[in-house]
C-alpha cells in the first residue's frame, strides 16, 4: 500500500476483512493469542523486527526459552506473546536455539517460530490477514481507522463501557437521518418494570393500559433448557414481583443493562406474553413489527445458546493498537493490533443469529447492541460501530449496501424513508427483490415449532406490504406471483414435507429446507399466466401468521409428461424430449415410483430458459394439482412452440 503522508513514516498493522492470529504446539493444539501485552520498546533480541518495514524475512534469535519470561517482565511486548503462547510451553529440560521467522508477503504477514532439532523440534505457526498502513503523525491514526486509544474494558457493564455504547446512540439519535429516534411511544400490552438503577427493588411485569413511554427490547434464544414464562396462572405473581435472582442470566442480565442506559422498561417474549394463551400468544406475535420497530433499542444475547448462558461476560482488557517498537533515527514506529472476533465471526456466525424468529428482530429493531464474547456492536439503520473499530467489510451504511449478509437492513426502514416517498414506484421491483433475498437467509435458519414458519416473519411481511401495498400471499406476494413461484430447494437432501399442515404446495413455507429464488433479480418478466384469485383460510385474525388451507387459482398453459422410471431420478418426458427438474422435497425412488402422470404448468420466460412449476393432479376432474417441483428448460430459437397451447384455469393447493 502506498504511503498516506509523505516525510517520517510509521508502520501500522491493520485487520483486512479479518484477522487470524493462531498459535500450535504439535504436542498441545489449539493455542490462541488473544492479545499483546507490555511496554512499548522491544528489546535487543526482538530488534531485527522494524526491518519489516523495509525488508521481506526478518529473523530473530534467542539464547533460550527462559529469556522471554525475563523479558516478558521487563515490557517487551512481542517476548510476552512469545513466553504466553509458546516458549512458555517448551519443556524446561530442552536445551537448543530459539529462532522467530517472520515473513511479509505483500499485506500478509506471516510467523513460525523454531526450536531443539531433529525430531525433538517443535514449531508454532501463525498467519495474520493485516493491512500495512503507513502515516507521518501517530495522531493521524484514528483519523484513519486504526483506533488509536481504543480501550477494551474487562466489564461491559462498567460505566466507561456504559459511555461508549451511550456516545454511539447519541450520535445515531442525532445525526442519523434515516434513524428513528427516541421519542416516547405506546407501550406494548405487557411490560417489565425493570426497577431503580440502585436495584433496590425487583423488577415486575406491567399492563401498560396504553400508558406511553421508552422501551428496551431484548433478543434470545431459549435453547431446549426450560426457562421462566408468564401464564395465565403466574400472571398475578410476575405482576407483584420478579426476584432478580429468580432469573435466568439471560434475562437478568438485559434488566441489569437496561437500568444502566436509565430505561425503565424492557419486553422479553417468555415474560410479557402468556405463553398457555393461545388467543394471547396469537394477538402478541402479531404486534412483532411494532413491539421491535418502536423499541428504543434491541439488546442482542448474541453468543447465548439459550436463557441461562448470559450476555455480560468478562472480557481480556486492552488498549489498542499496541506499539513494540520504534526507530528515533527514520522517524518508524511498529504497531500490532491485538487478535478479537471481527462481524464477521462475533455476530453472523453467531448462536443468535442462526435462528429464525431472531432474523425479524434484528431487522425491525432500530437499533441493535450485539454483545459478543470479545466486544460490542451496535448496528443501526446507518452504521456500524464496535468497540474495537474492528467492523471488517461492513463500514458502509446499511442504507447504501444490499444485501447486508444476504438480508437488505434497508427494505425495512420506518415511515419517512426513500420507499415511503411517492417518487417509490421506481423502486418497488428492488423491495420484492429484497423480500426473496430475506426469504433465503430465513428459510436456512432453525426453527423449534414448524407451524411458526409464518408467524417468525410475519413482523418484517407487515412492514414490507406498508410499502408495497400489495396482498401478502402465504409467503408470496399477489403482484410478483411470476417471480416468487419459481422458488427452488437449495441443497441435495430430500426433506419430506410435515405431517402438519402450515402452508400450501406453491409456498416455499410448506417445507423445512432453505430456498433461493432464481429469477428474484430479473427485471419485466413476460406475463405468461394470469392470477385470477387466492383464498387463504387464516388460523387467527393475522393476515401475515398461521394459515390452515390456500388455494390459488391460476390460468396459463398447462402440458401433460410422463416420469422415465425411478432409477433415472426426476426425468420427465414431453413430445419427445427428455427434461430434468428440481424436486421440491421428494426422494424420487420411494416417491414417484408409483405415481402416475405429472404436469408443466409455464410461468414465465427469461433470457435463456423457460420455467415451468411441476405439477401432480390431486383431483384432475376438478383442475385441482398440488406443486412437486420446479423445472428450467433450455429456450432455443427452435423451441418457441414448447409453450405454445391452450389457456387452461388450475387450482393449486
Not at 472480557?315 to 472476533?341: A, F, S, T, W
Request: charged share 20%; with cysteine.
Amino acid at each position: 500500500m502506498s504511503p498516506l503522508a509523505g516525510g517520517s513514516n510509521s508502520l501500522y498493522l491493520r485487520p483486512h476483512v479479518r484477522y487470524i492470529y493462531c498459535l500450535q504446539l504439535s504436542t498441545n493444539p489449539g493455542w490462541t493469542v488473544d492479545e499483546l501485552e507490555g511496554a512499548t520498546m522491544l528489546c535487543k533480541f526482538c530488534q531485527p523486527l522494524q526491518a519489516l518495514q523495509d525488508q521481506k524475512f526478518v529473523t530473530c534469535s534467542y539464547p533460550d526459552p527462559e529469556y522471554f519470561s525475563k523479558a516478558a517482565t521487563e515490557g517487551c511486548p512481542t517476548c510476552s506473546l512469545s513466553q504466553k503462547n509458546f516458549w512458555g510451553q517448551v519443556p524446561r529440560e530442552t536445551d537448543g536455539s530459539l529462532k522467530a521467522h517472520w515473513r511479509r508477503d505483500g499485506d500478509m504477514l506471516r510467523f513460525s517460530a523454531r526450536h531443539g532439532h531433529g525430531k525433538s523440534q517443535l514449531s508454532a505457526g501463525v498467519g495474520l490477514e493485516l493491512k500495512l498502513i503507513t502515516l507521518n503523525d501517530d495522531s493521524l491514526l484514528q483519523n484513519n481507522g486504526c483506533w488509536a486509544g481504543t480501550t477494551l474494558h474487562v466489564d461491559p457493564l462498567s460505566d466507561a463501557c456504559i459511555k461508549v455504547m451511550d456516545d454511539w446512540i447519541a450520535e445515531c439519535l442525532h445525526t442519523h437521518s434515516i434513524c428513528p429516534g427516541d421519542e416516547e411511544v405506546q407501550l406494548p400490552t405487557r411490560v417489565i418494570d425493570v426497577g431503580p438503577t440502585n436495584g433496590s427493588e425487583d423488577p415486575r411485569l406491567v399492563i401498560s393500559d396504553c400508558r406511553h413511554g421508552k422501551y428496551i427490547t431484548l433478543s434470545h434464544s431459549w435453547g431446549k433448557i426450560p426457562t421462566i414464562t408468564t401464564g395465565k396462572a403466574t400472571l398475578q405473581e410476575r405482576l407483584n414481583g420478579i426476584p432478580l435472582s429468580s432469573l435466568p442470566r439471560n434475562f437478568s442480565d438485559a434488566i441489569l443493562i437496561t437500568r444502566k442506559f436509565g430505561v425503565q422498561y424492557l419486553w422479553i417474549d417468555s415474560l410479557c406474553i402468556l405463553q398457555d394463551d393461545i388467543a394471547d400468544w396469537a394477538t402478541e406475535s402479531a404486534r412483532m413489527a411494532d413491539v421491535y420497530g418502536k423499541s428504543y433499542l434491541t439488546i442482542a444475547a448474541t453468543t447465548s445458546i439459550n436463557t441461562g448462558t448470559g450476555i455480560l461476560h468478562e472480557r481480556r482488557g486492552g488498549v489498542m493498537p499496541d506499539k513494540i517498537g520504534n526507530n528515533p533515527e527514520q522517524g518508524e514506529n511498529l504497531y500490532v493490533l491485538p487478535h478479537i472476533e471481527g462481524w464477521q465471526g462475533a455476530v453472523e456466525q453467531a448462536p443468535l443469529n442462526l435462528r429464525a424468529w431472531t432474523l425479524q428482530e434484528r431487522l425491525l429493531s432500530p437499533r441493535v447492541l450485539q454483545f459478543s464474547k470479545q466486544q460490542i456492536f451496535l448496528e443501526c439503520q446507518t452504521t456500524v460501530h464496535s468497540e474495537s473499530g474492528i467492523v471488517g467489510v461492513y463500514n458502509a451504511p446499511i442504507s447504501n449496501r444490499f444485501p447486508y449478509n444476504g438480508v437488505p437492513k434497508s427494505i425495512l426502514m420506518h415511515h419517512d424513508g426513500m420507499l415511503k416517498n411517492k417518487e417509490a414506484d421506481p423502486k418497488l421491483f428492488q423491495v420484492y427483490s429484497d423480500w426473496y433475498t430475506t426469504v433465503r437467509d430465513y428459510s436456512k435458519r432453525a426453527l423449534t415449532k414448524g407451524r411458526d414458519k409464518l408467524v417468525a416473519l410475519s413482523g418484517c411481511a407487515h412492514e414490507i406490504q406498508e410499502t408495497l401495498h400489495d396482498t401478502y400471499l402465504a409467503g408470496l406476494w399477489q403482484r410478483d406471483l411470476q417471480r416468487g413461484l419459481l422458488w427452488l430447494r437449495v441443497g441435495r437432501r430430500y426433506h419430506p414435507r410435515p405431517h402438519t399442515y402450515r402452508a400450501p404446495s406453491w409456498s416455499w413455507a410448506g417445507l423445512d429446507v432453505a430456498v433461493r429464488f432464481p429469477c428474484g433479480s430479473s427485471l419485466d418478466l413476460p406475463h405468461e399466466m394470469e392470477v385470477i384469485d387466492c383464498e387463504i383460510n387464516l388460523v387467527h385474525d393475522d393476515h401475515f401468521g398461521e394459515i390452515s388451507s390456500a388455494t390459488l387459482t391460476l390460468r396459463g398453459k398447462l402440458f401433460r409428461s410422463t416420469l422415465l422410471g425411478e432409477s433415472l431420478g426426476a426425468v420427465l418426458k414431453r413430445d419427445g424430449i427428455v427434461s430434468e427438474f428440481d424436486p421440491d422435497e421428494m426422494d424420487i425412488d420411494e416417491a414417484f415410483a408409483a405415481k402416475g402422470s405429472y404436469f408443466f404448468f409455464y410461468v414465465t420466460r427469461t433470457r435463456n430458459w423457460f420455467w415451468y412449476l411441476v405439477l401432480e393432479a390431486v383431483d384432475a376432474a376438478d383442475g385441482v394439482y398440488k406443486r412437486v417441483g420446479l423445472l428450467q428448460e433450455l429456450q432455443m430459437k427452435t423451441s418457441s412452440h414448447r409453450v405454445e397451447g391452450e389457456m387452461t384455469t388450475i387450482k393449486m393447493v
